[in-house]
């Protein structure tokens, strides 16, 4: 089992930047594709950013070139880097770790973009 728990978000201005974390503990991270999404409110849930467990990512058309996810295997945690935030960005990040048949969720931690 896996415990996720995300960090980082908070309120931020148009075109600014944000850095979530998510700190896995629990079991061996490097064998999990790990994954954020995001859901605002009265949407449904959106993958953002995946990153699979030999390093390669795969991003949201709408995030791509804006958005960065990495892992830190000695660390066990994720990262999103999100540049150039836009007020359509607005929404709960949750963090997801994945293997077949398997998948672990962070609480969620609330970025916004407002002026």
């Known amino acids: 089992q896996v415990q996720l728990v995300e960090s980082g978000g908070g309120l931020v201005q148009p075109g600014g930047s944000l850095r979530l974390s998510c700190a896995a503990s629990?079991?061996?991270?490097?064998?999990?594709?790990m994954n954020w999404y995001r859901q605002a409110p009265g949407k449904q849930r959106e993958l953002v950013a995946a990153?699979?467990?030999?390093?390669?990512?795969n991003y949201a058309d709408s995030v791509k070139g804006r958005f960065t996810i990495s892992r830190d295997y000695a660390k066990n945690t994720v990262y999103l880097q999100m540049n150039n935030l836009k007020p359509e960005d607005t929404a709960v990040y949750y963090c997801?770790?994945?293997?077949?048949?398997?998948?672990?969720w962070g609480q969620g931690t609330q970025v916004t973009v407002s002026s």
């Open positions: 629990g079991s061996i991270f490097s064998i999990y594709d």
């Open positions: 990153i699979t467990k030999g390093g390669s990512t």
């Open positions: 997801n770790a994945a293997r077949p048949l398997v998948g672990y």
